[in-house]
T-cell receptor
C-alpha cells in the first residue's frame, strides 16, 4: 500500500491568515492526489482533485500544488468555516489511502 | 442531487457479522461512471478505504480486510451493501458509503455515516 503522511498534525491560525498543509506519499503517485475537508461530526467533502483542480462549489481561497511525492494545500484568507480537518488521498494504486489528517484550529 | 444514506444496526456483538446498506437516491446506481465505496473512520482517527463495487458487481477490497468483507449491489433497489464477518472492537467506527467517480477517481458524494459499535 502507498503510505501517506501529513504535516503538521494540527495547526492553529486566525481568521484571515494563510495556512499551508503538506502531504507526502511513500512513492511517486504521478499527480494522483485529492484533498478532502471534514467538519466536526460530518462526512468528508471533496476540496481539490488531481492536485490542483478545485471541486464544485469550493471557494477560490483553496489551492493545491505539488508533484511526485510532495504536495500541499494552501488556504488563504481563512474563514470561520475553514476550521476543520483536512485529509490528502492518493489514487495511483489500490487500495486508495488517506493521510492521517491535519486539524486546523482557531487561535 | 444524488444522496447516499447508510443504514445499520448500531451495535454488534464481537464475533458476529456486521451488515450495512447504502441507499442511493436522486440518481441511478446502475451507471458505469461510478464505483460505490465503503470507508470507515474510528473515532478521532483517519479514514480507511474498505473497498468498492461497480454496477456489474465487480469488487475490490482493501487487502487488510479482504478475508472478512464482501459487498453486494441491488440495482433494482438502488442499494449496495457491506458484510463484515467476525467483528472485534477494532471494527468500531463511523462507516460511510460514498460514490467514486471512476474517471476522476474522486469520492464526490458521501453519506452522512452510521456509527457502528462492537461490544458485548
Amino acid at each position: 500500500d502507498i503510505q501517506m503522511t501529513q504535516s503538521p498534525s494540527s495547526v492553529s491560525a486566525s481568521v484571515g491568515d494563510r495556512v499551508t498543509i503538506t502531504c507526502q506519499a511513500s512513492q511517486d503517485i504521478k499527480q494522483k492526489l485529492n484533498w478532502y475537508q471534514q467538519q466536526p461530526g460530518k462526512a468528508p467533502k471533496l476540496l481539490i482533485y488531481d492536485v490542483v483542480k478545485v471541486g464544485a462549489g469550493v471557494p477560490a481561497r483553496f489551492s493545491g500544488s505539488g508533484s511526485g511525492t510532495d504536495f500541499s494545500l494552501a488556504i488563504s484568507g481563512l474563514q470561520p468555516e475553514d476550521f476543520a480537518t483536512y485529509y490528502c488521498q492518493q489514487y495511483d494504486n489500490l487500495p486508495l489511502t488517506f493521510g492521517p489528517g491535519t486539524r486546523l484550529e482557531i487561535k | 442531487q444524488v444522496q447516499l444514506q447508510e443504514s445499520g444496526p448500531g451495535l454488534v456483538k464481537p464475533s458476529q457479522t456486521l451488515s450495512l446498506t447504502c441507499t442511493v437516491s436522486g440518481g441511478s446506481i446502475n451507471s458505469a461512471s461510478y464505483y460505490w465505496t465503503w470507508i470507515r473512520q474510528p473515532a478521532g482517527k483517519a479514514l480507511e478505504w474498505i473497498g468498492r463495487i461497480n454496477n456489474s458487481g465487480t469488487t475490490f477490497y482493501n487487502p487488510s480486510l479482504r478475508s472478512r468483507v464482501s459487498f453486494s449491489i441491488d440495482t433494482s433497489k438502488n442499494q449496495f451493501s457491506l458484510r463484515l464477518t467476525s467483528v472485534t472492537a477494532a471494527d468500531t467506527a463511523m462507516y460511510y458509503c460514498a460514490r467514486e467517480n471512476n474517471y476522476l477517481v474522486t469520492l464526490d458524494n458521501w453519506g452522512q455515516g452510521t456509527l457502528i459499535t462492537v461490544s458485548s
